[in-house]
């Protein structure tokens, strides 16, 4: 759905007599601005449509199910972490009232088809080297157990799958590595190391410095994508 020919077209129809009015002018002016301006009333009831009879300040996972179908994403959409990073959602499958509030006042956002109307900014959110690090580490204290200071290697391949899946080529072998190794967790100095390692180490991986400050676990990942290409001898 194009939102910006349907709100295109329906101000088309907005009928033009008597533009020389003062009143009409005024009238339509007010028509005009109201669709932008936030009410956090309104914002508050929209996120009682989702929350639970028997917690109205949280929306939980079917709530949040019920949200994702009418804002037509998929649970997995990257649009909605970036979206749960802009509220600080403290825990996946979960909003707060006063998430819902920081990260919607920010979108200027009470309803879903302004929401729906700014899922290209959040995309576009992305494409911003700092903002993407900041949504990356984001995403390891948000999709963790709670009760866990780590995160369990395939909910990490998820993640890793939804962030880096686009951009970084060796994820597939790393994820290949993952399956092989003796790793069940990922902590989070780790996890913020693959970000980097993505970002600073070639393909052929003859700029990994051996003696640079990796973890063991991207160290033993080298050795063995070298091992796997018949490279190990290769210095």
């Given at each position: 759905?194009?939102l910006g020919e349907d709100v ?161 080529s060796l994820l597939n072998s ?26 600073a180490v070639d393909v052929d ?31």
């Amino acid at each position: 759905m194009d939102l910006g020919e349907d709100v295109s077209s329906m101000f088309g129809k907005r009928s033009k007599t008597n533009s020389n009015s003062t009143v009409n002018r005024s009238r339509s002016k007010g028509m005009e601005e109201a669709p932008t301006s936030f009410n956090q009333k309104k914002c508050i009831a929209w996120f009682r449509q989702y929350s639970s009879p028997n917690n109205t300040d949280t929306i939980g996972p079917e709530g949040v199910e019920a949200f994702c179908r009418d804002l037509n994403v998929e649970p997995e959409n990257i649009a909605l972490l970036v979206l749960s990073w802009k509220m600080g959602a403290k825990q996946m499958g979960f909003f707060t009232l006063q998430e819902w509030l920081l990260g919607l006042t920010d979108l200027q956002c009470d309803s879903l088809a302004k929401l729906q109307g700014k899922l290209n900014y959040l995309h576009s959110l992305l494409l911003d080297s700092s903002h993407f690090k900041s949504i990356y580490r984001y995403a390891f204290d948000f999709s963790r157990d709670k009760d866990q200071r780590s995160l369990d290697v395939e909910t990490a391949k998820a993640m890793l799958g939804l962030l880096l899946g686009r951009q970084w080529s060796l994820l597939n072998s790393f994820f290949q590595f993952l399956d092989q190794s003796r790793y069940r967790v990922l902590n989070k100095d780790q996890w913020c190391n693959v970000l980097e390692f993505s970002r600073a180490v070639d393909v052929d991986l003859k700029n990994y410095d051996v003696d640079g400050a990796w973890p063991v676990m991207l160290d033993e990942f080298v050795e063995w994508l070298k091992v796997t290409r018949g490279e190990s001898n290769i210095q």
